[in-house]
């Protein structure tokens, strides 16, 4: 993990690394963390949300954040994002969240998910998201 997390990052991109290589429910390779990273021009945003369909209200909070940053989500080639929640969390919620972010990003990006279970949560899910090798415009 040392050889990934550098310290010219910012504490924000480390952090989201290191929530994509916990062990959980949905483990990732972080040879596939190193691959996303490479595309840089790396963008970091967390949030969360609790009650009915949290994932997916998680999601829709940070599809619109991206998109209010010159809609950076439509030209990115890689994507990492890390679901964390408690005992309750469900794939269904993890399948649902992840449709309505594949909408918004090209066909080809490289999407890499993980998902944590941490009973210290309660009932707030955490959603991560790193995309990385946008073109920014101005």
């Known amino acids: 993990m040392e050889s990934i997390i550098k310290a010219e990052m910012s504490p924000a991109l480390r952090s989201g690394i290191e929530k994509m290589l916990e062990t959980g429910l ?3 390779d972080p040879t596939d963390v190193e691959t996303i990273l490479n595309f840089g021009n790396a963008t970091v945003y967390s949030t969360e949300a609790i009650g009915r369909d949290r994932a997916s209200v998680a999601m ?27 005992n309750s969390l469900r794939m269904r919620e993890v399948h649902e969240a992840l449709d309505f972010i594949k909408k918004t990003l090209p066909e080809d ?24 090798g946008a073109k920014l415009t101005t």
């Open 109 to 132: 990006t490289y999407i890499l998910v993980g998902a944590v279970v941490r009973k210290e949560i309660n009932e707030t899910l955490r959603l991560t998201i790193i995309a990385t």
């Open 26 to 28: 949905i483990a990732v």
């Open 60 to 86: 829709q909070q940070a599809i619109a954040n991206f998109l209010g940053q010159n809609n950076l989500l439509s030209n990115v080639q890689g994507i990492m994002i890390s679901f964390a929640g408690n």
